[in-house]
């Protein structure tokens, strides 16, 4: 699995293309917007694109679903159905971060804890991780120990959980419970910002980190 990370939106948040290096068979994983960029850089790799994929209903996660979904005649994939009330009102959060209205979409498929994503002959496994937003999941390679995180966790910090239907615990134990398990060795690709390991977190961050649950 082969993957490029090409921030999107004012809010600079990492849409992921992800591709199997043996079939060219591609997903977009959170496609906030810009969507030139996204097909710029899938034609210049001569990928086919074959899902969208979604960590959560964030706008700045979402925002260029529907135009990359209708471009390329694919399904879209997840989040889980607790974050269908983000998706719907689409509108509602164009006007509250100050973004232009995008185009609605409905979910082809939902996700939950457990499922299977395959994009060519690779295999995501698919991790509930509510608390940032009810509906939040972590794509998870577990070949390349490597995963999408969207805004469960970052380097150095964890996501917000003062949006509606956040719940601070939750996130907390989705991030102790769901991630941690994993490994320390699993490199994560958060929604903003750099790359870190489980391992770093545990060692370090000062929200989650082993010595502020009590797991040292």
């Known amino acids: 699995m082969r993957h490029q990370v090409i921030p999107v939106t004012a809010f600079a948040q990492n849409c992921s293309i992800l591709w199997c290096d043996e079939t060219k068979e591609a997903a977009v994983v959170d496609p906030g917007g810009d969507i030139e960029k996204l097909v710029a850089f899938i034609n210049q790799q001569q ?35 607790g974050d269908a009330f983000w998706i719907d ?40 991780c509510p608390g940032h937003t009810p509906g939040h999941v972590v794509f998870y390679h577990q070949a390349s120990n490597r995963a999408w995180v969207g805004d469960v966790i970052f380097a ?9 239907q956040g719940n601070h615990q939750q996130l907390i134990d989705s991030i ?14 958060c929604g903003h910002g750099p790359n870190s390991t489980f391992g770093k977190e545990r060692a370090s961050n000062p929200l989650v980190g082993d010595r502020v649950t009590g797991r040292a």
């Not at 399904?75 to 889980?80: A, Q, R, T, Y």
């Not at 185009?103 to 690779?122: A, I, R, S, Y």
């Open 47 to 81: 990928l086919h694109v074959k899902q969208v994929l979604l960590t959560h209903g964030h706008l700045d996660h979402v925002g260029a679903t529907a135009d990359v979904a209708s471009a390329y005649n694919v399904p879209v994939i997840g989040p889980h159905q």
């Open 89 to 128: 009102n689409l509108a509602q959060q164009a006007q509250m971060f100050g973004f232009a209205t995008p185009n609605n979409f409905t979910p082809t498929t939902w996700l939950n804890d457990g499922d299977v994503v395959e994009v060519g002959k690779q295999s995501l496994n698919v991790v509930h």
């Open 156 to 164: 150095g910090s964890i996501g917000r959980t003062d949006f509606p």
């Open 176 to 189: 102790c419970n769901k991630l941690w398990p994993l490994g320390n060795e699993v490199e994560f690709i």
